[in-house]
């Protein structure tokens, strides 16, 4: 142990210095371990690690009080190297109240530090979690380093003295509980102190309190002989640049502001109110004065049918839901199949199915993405990787829409939305144009008239002198665009349609191989699976395997060497949050016997799971492995 030299740091005592760190914060819906998770999260951005974390929340606004169904969580892991996962198992569980710790403790990693609000462990409360005896005084946690502290009652005494009611003094528990977990990873109160008197500026009693609170568990955790427990991790050697916290959806957000911006176009943003996709609707309400459009639906249907509107119009027409709602607007997306309209639909998955899992993940709409329209309807399909990464493709999405002049569906999920982590601030004037051709000349204009090398039909604004055309959801005659009941043409605008979106292969990267090109396993993640797959691949790498991994941004079409991929490798392990839909197509068009790690628990991969599969998959003899 040795002193810390790191900036930000209250005490003096001995710190313990670590490579990574990983920390959840669990209790009620009503605790704010969301804001306490979001508070380290922007400490841990300003002291320079490199991060990311897991918001877990209930469905309900406000379960019942004390229950299993009503734990809110928030983990992250922060890291002085790159990391791609919020962590597998946390090193420290911050646990309000005895539900918070039946549901949380058992992922504890054992010798792992577990700090309980000892005041909520009350007879009511442990019946309402399922408990029989006070595990606190049973032995049940010996595996952990459990500290008993009375959070409610201290953070209230603290914040008493601004002369707050009892019940806004109580609310202050979640900042004491983070005082400490500041003192104990070496972390700055001031970003957190400047964010309460911002947040509560019109509120002074507010802010002393919740100061008071924040200082005052500091405090009681330098003073309470933790020094043993103080852990240090350096800042990360990140590249030189503009870096800020965001989340999938904000990036979205983000990438569609620019997107408008490379391309010179009006962006129109249509949805109806649905998790975990309302935050872009919330996130590009507020760039109006970027000349963003935006427009809360009453319904899906109207929400998609507007979008459309705005891409016949020559705007960017973008509209955004879950699986829900992408099942709702299937019909409307064939419109945009049948006008060949370039329209954005983000589907942000969630459990399903129906109603399903409003908050957890899961990437189970790859198959309604692809298929789920009548009639033969192929569309472009995009899912991002990463947080950051949604910025980019979501300007994917937009360019090849155009490109195309045809729907995009940009498959993220409630991981990758409501996960953060830190992202580099690109320069505009470096990004890539997006350019939009629109027809300006009488003479040469049919509405499907086609681009011979895209197949994109032509593309032009209504009121256009001498470009006055009809569209609709009729069978269109090729190149004229008048209605067409003709079984020829029905046949050569179905192949048509098909073969402009197989072109697109011809417009995106190759398939790039993280790893030798050939070998024994190959990894083939998509969405979000990216992040415990490459680490995964990394820790087995590590024990001797000879595996790589192929992630998978663009699933329809497919890059074009795909197919030459997956033939080097003697075994394929694809990991998805679902059943096996990816899996399914692999083997349907490559003939590849691809094997499948299926989790669909509302839950992410842990890097663990997929390296045991690799570890698996290398040493067991082909009749054994386990294939989902």
């Given at each position: 142990m040795?002193e ?6 209250y ?17 009620d ?16 951005a ?8 897991l ?95 009375p959070?409610?009652?201290l ?16 609310r ?11 003192w ?17 500026a ?7 309190a ?42 979205t ?14 962006l ?46 020559g ?18 997306i ?9 329209i ?53 999405a ?97 192949a ?66 795909l ?52 570890m ?5 003899r ?7």
């Amino acid at each position: 142990m040795a002193e810390s030299p790191t900036p930000g740091s209250y005490s003096r005592a001995p710190i313990a210095e670590r490579e990574r760190a990983t920390i959840r914060f669990a209790g009620d819906s009503g605790d704010g371990m969301q804001l306490a998770g979001n508070r380290f999260t922007d400490a841990t951005a300003l002291f320079g690690n490199d991060f990311s974390t897991l918001p877990d929340f209930p469905a309900e606004i406000r379960a019942p009080a004390g229950s299993l169904a009503g734990v809110s969580s928030f983990q992250i892991s922060f890291s002085r190297n790159t990391i791609h996962t919020p962590g597998d198992a946390p090193d420290a569980l911050v646990a309000m109240n005895p539900a918070a710790l039946r549901v949380h403790a058992k992922e504890l990693v054992r010798g792992g530090l577990l700090i309980v609000n000892a005041d909520a462990f009350t007879g009511a409360n442990l019946r309402k979690a399922g408990y029989t005896s006070n595990p606190l005084k049973d032995g049940s946690l010996a595996d952990y380093r459990l500290l008993e502290v009375p959070i409610t009652k201290l953070a209230t005494t603290a914040a008493a003295e601004a002369g707050v009611s009892g019940q806004n003094a109580e609310r202050t528990k979640n900042f004491f509980a983070l005082g400490m977990i500041y003192w104990l990873y070496d972390r700055d109160l001031a970003p957190s102190i400047a964010w309460i008197e911002e947040k509560f500026a019109r509120r002074p009693a507010i802010v002393e309190a919740n100061t008071a609170a924040l200082k005052a568990g500091h405090a009681y955790a330098e003073t309470a002989e933790l020094a043993d427990a103080h852990v240090a991790v350096p800042p990360a050697a990140l590249a030189p640049g503009t870096y800020r916290t965001v989340t999938g959806n904000e990036a979205t957000a983000i990438g569609l502001v620019a997107a408008q911006e490379l391309s010179g176009l009006q962006l129109f943003y249509g949805s109806y109110p649905i998790t975990p996709a309302s935050d872009i609707l919330h996130s590009l309400a507020s760039y109006q004065r970027f000349g963003v459009k935006t427009f809360q639906a009453e319904d899906e249907i109207a929400a998609v049918g507007a979008a459309i509107g705005a891409a016949f119009g020559g705007s960017i027409g973008v509209t955004g839901t879950s699986g829900p709602g992408l099942a709702l607007k299937s019909e409307a997306i064939g419109l945009a199949v049948m006008t060949e309209l370039p329209i954005i639909v983000l589907d942000i998955q969630r459990g399903g199915p129906s109603t399903g899992l409003p908050t957890k993940t899961e990437q189970a709409d790859l198959l309604q993405a692809m298929f789920g329209r009548n009639g033969e309807s192929p569309v472009c399909v995009v899912a991002p990787r990463s947080p950051g990464d949604c910025f980019y493709m979501v300007m994917e999405a937009v360019r090849l829409a155009f490109a195309a002049m045809t729907p995009v569906v940009f498959l993220s999920d409630g991981y990758l939305a409501n996960t953060a982590e830190p992202w580099p601030v690109p320069d505009v004037a470096e990004l890539p144009r997006i350019e939009v051709r629109f027809h300006e000349d009488p003479r040469t204009f049919a509405p499907y008239s086609r681009d011979p090398e895209t197949l994109a039909r032509q593309y032009a604004v209504p009121g256009t002198t001498g470009l006055q055309h009809r569209i609709g959801g009729l069978e269109k005659a090729d190149g004229s665009g008048d209605v067409s009941y003709d079984p020829a043409n029905h046949q050569q605008m179905v192949a048509l349609r098909a073969e402009k979106i197989a072109r697109i292969a011809r417009m995106i990267p190759a398939q790039e191989v993280e790893g030798p090109p050939s070998g024994d396993v190959l990894v083939l993640s998509w969405g979000s699976t990216y992040g415990p797959a490459v680490t995964a691949v990394e820790e087995a790498r590590a024990q001797g395997a000879d595996v790589s991994l192929a992630h998978l941004r663009y699933l329809n079409p497919f890059p074009a060497n795909l197919g030459d991929v997956l033939r080097g490798f003697r075994t394929v392990l694809i990991p998805e949050n679902n059943a096996g839909q990816l899996r399914m197509l692999v083997r349907a068009k490559f003939l590849v016997d691809a094997r499948g790690l299926n989790k669909v628990s509302g839950q992410p991969f842990s890097a663990g799971e997929i390296t045991d599969q690799i570890m698996a998959l290398r040493s067991a003899r082909p009749s054994a492995v386990r294939a989902s």
